[in-house]
């Protein structure tokens, strides 16, 4: 099983964002999708940095592959998308509006935001030039196995989501400017202090999602440590790490030892608690009653 | 414009295009439509005399089947499109690229609209989805201005329908899976969101809290009125400030734009709310049609005729107007 790292859905800071990327370079796994997923605001803040980063990892021997915005609406963003499609590296989709772009010639990959739920829509999307498919986070695992069978026999990589806030939401709407009592147009880039997304809790206190400008996620970090072997006899053959502050080359190193077999299910959540006291993980959407749930809560405490 | 009316039931199908709808809504009693509610929706046999009562008083009938097939049971959702044809349907719903490639092979002659829950934001993915699959009509989501929807029109021989009345995503549509993070129901795979099988209300010393899947999405005083806890429009805590962070518990009424997405080159209303009782959709179609047809003949706009429909008695035009964003 190889690791993906995702990429990065939160807006860091240039130099910040330069050093994720050359802590990865040494870090164990083999593909990274970089560049703007969330918001075409944020990408001139470090644009010109990207094919650098890209120069640097491929030198590393990363497989590098640059991500389409999730929601393309203006102008300045099928332009954008259009360039994507032509920069001569290979693209991860995670708004169909791709498909306009890219050439049908130009294999592709397909991240979690684009909804591929069934065999029929895997089949086109091979057809189509997809080499790998990253499944949407909310897929039961029991749907994981029937489209990584499917998969295997069209020579499509599958990809589940293993590590890391899940996205739930995409909207036109940008939270965290309404939080500040801005628009979108005018946000000042409030989500910029957030380099995780900011906490959402309910009234009573409760952890439950996240904001990270027109995204929503979840307050929870996925963690697959509990299905790695579920997944790997499914026949799925990646797991996406999606970046967080701090050392996420650790984060890395605890997943390739847990899928190379070298630790015991429930490490790499024991390893999370010790390094991340404050937060929570889940895995309900794989194994799960909801997408919350965890199923390791009492082996670890 | 043609208005487009929702049919959750046999009755309300027929109560909405005696009171004037061009076109109604509906779906089959299952999964394969994002209303797929306890008590609502067609079988077989339902979805037949509607489309003959509606053909037999001028109207269209559209089927939505706009949920995402789940692996390994495809055959539940082709069979509705065949159906839906065989029913006589004017056109079916679809959001699913692997259905929309299914529909385009096996029915070639089945009119298709494109699902709002396809969530197509821009003239090139629409025009793709023409081009790749046949598609008609699309149904625009949610999250764009009226100048947007005027400049998709103008790049676009696909007609689009837009959403003027009832219930508002807040998200992209198809595009939310909070409410399976909640409750592991989701729209995309369920046909549901914040479904009634998870709410709970507690009563805590004089107030009410309202839960989704064990998480409190908001809490009023006894004597004021509680809010559906919808979880986009629930109210929450972030650094500091509580309120609701995504949506207030408002719901969409675009009835004065009705000129501009005229102008807008727009070509159908849409009024959510194939849920809602029959005598609800009657008052509102009724009030649609005697604004689009104002709006035709040149005439002035009915004001605010509305305003007691809308949930919480608080409405608004949503993305329509950029300031929402």
């Known amino acids: 099983m190889e690791l993906t790292v995702g990429p990065n859905q939160f807006f860091w800071k240039p130099e910040d964002w330069s050093a994720s990327y050359e802590a990865l370079a040494t870090a164990p796994v ?4 970089l560049g703007e997923l969330v918001c075409s605001k944020r ?5 010109n940095r990207i094919p650098a980063a ?3 990892l491929r030198a590393a021997g990363k497989d590098v592959v640059v991500t389409s915005l999730a929601l393309i609406t203006l102008k300045r963003e099928r332009k954008l998308a259009a360039e994507l499609a032509e920069a001569g590296v290979e693209v991860e989709i995670n708004d169909l509006s791709m498909l306009a772009y890219l050439p049908t010639e130009t294999p592709f990959s397909v991240g979690p935001l684009v909804n591929v739920y069934n065999e029929g829509t895997l089949a086109w999307l091979a057809a189509r030039g997809a080499t790998s498919i990253c499944l949407p986070p909310e897929l039961p695992l029991e749907q994981v196995r029937a489209l990584a069978r499917l998969g295997r026999d069209l020579g499509v990589a599958i990809e589940v989501w293993g590590h890391g806030r899940v996205p739930l939401a995409i909207s036109g709407r940008c939270y965290h400017a309404r939080l500040h009592g801005r628009t979108k147009d005018n946000c000042q880039f409030a989500c910029e202090d ?10 009573e206190g409760q952890k439950f999602l996240a904001m990270n400008g027109v995204q929503t996620l979840s307050d929870s970090f996925a963690c697959a440590d509990h299905q790695i072997e579920t997944l790997q006899q499914a026949g799925v053959s990646r797991l996406r790490l999606s970046p967080q502050s701090g050392d996420f080359a650790a984060i890395c190193a605890l997943y390739r030892a847990r899928v190379d077999g070298k630790a015991d299910r ?8 010790l390094t991340h006291p404050d937060i929570r993980l889940s895995d309900g959407f794989l194994t799960g009653a909801s997408g919350a749930a965890w199923s390791g809560g009492r082996a670890e405490s | 414009m043609e208005i487009v009316c929702p049919a959750g039931t046999p009755a309300s199908l027929r109560a909405a295009v005696k009171a004037g709808a061009h076109t109604v809504y509906c779906g089959f009693a299952d999964e394969t439509n994002a209303r797929n509610f306890p008590g609502l929706n067609f079988d077989r046999e339902e979805m037949r005399a509607g489309v003959a009562f509606a053909h037999g008083h001028g109207a269209k009938v559209l089927v939505a089947i706009n949920t995402f097939p789940r692996a390994g049971s495809e055959p539940l959702w082709h069979r509705a499109i065949a159906d839906a044809e065989s029913a006589g349907a004017d056109a079916v719903i679809l959001a699913d690229l692997g259905l929309l490639a299914h529909a385009a092979k096996h029915h070639p002659g089945l009119r298709c609209h494109l699902s709002v829950q396809a969530a197509a934001a821009n003239a090139d993915v629409i025009n793709f989805y023409a081009s790749t699959f046949g598609v008609r009509r699309v149904v625009l989501p949610r999250v764009l201005s009226v100048p947007e929807i005027a400049a998709i029109n103008a790049e676009t021989e696909v007609e689009t329908e837009v959403f003027v009345f009832g219930g508002l995503c807040v998200m992209a549509e198809g595009r939310c899976s909070l409410s399976s993070y909640a409750t592991g129901q989701s729209p995309n795979m369920h ?8 709410v709970e209300y507690h009563d805590d010393k004089g107030a009410l809290s309202a839960k989704l899947g064990g998480y409190t999405i908001h809490r009023v005083g006894a004597r004021e009125p509680a809010p559906y806890p919808t979880l986009c429009k629930g109210c929450f805590q ?9 949506e207030d518990p408002v719901s969409l009424n675009a009835e004065t734009l009705i000129p501009q997405l005229a102008k807008a080159g727009v070509t159908a209303l849409k009024i959510e709310g194939r849920q809602r009782s029959r005598s609800y959709v009657a008052q509102v179609v009724r009030n649609f049609r005697a604004a689009v047809d104002a709006q035709a003949a040149g005439s002035p706009m009915p004001e605010g005729m509305l305003a007691s429909l809308t949930e919480g008695q608080a409405a608004t035009a949503g993305a329509y107007k950029k300031t929402w964003r």
Do not use: N
């Open chain 1, 54 to 56: 890209i120069e640097m």
């Open chain 2, 191 to 198: 046909g549901v969101c914040s479904p009634a099988s998870h």
């Open chain 1, 43 to 47: 990408l001139p803040f470090y644009q």
């Open chain 1, 266 to 273: 429930g490490t790499v959540a024991a390893a999370l608690r």
């Open chain 2, 238 to 246: 972030a650094s500091g400030t509580k309120g609701h962070l995504f």
């Open chain 1, 194 to 203: 957030d380099p995780d997304g900011l906490d959402v809790a309910t009234l």
């Open chain 1, 30 to 33: 083999a593909r990274i999708v």
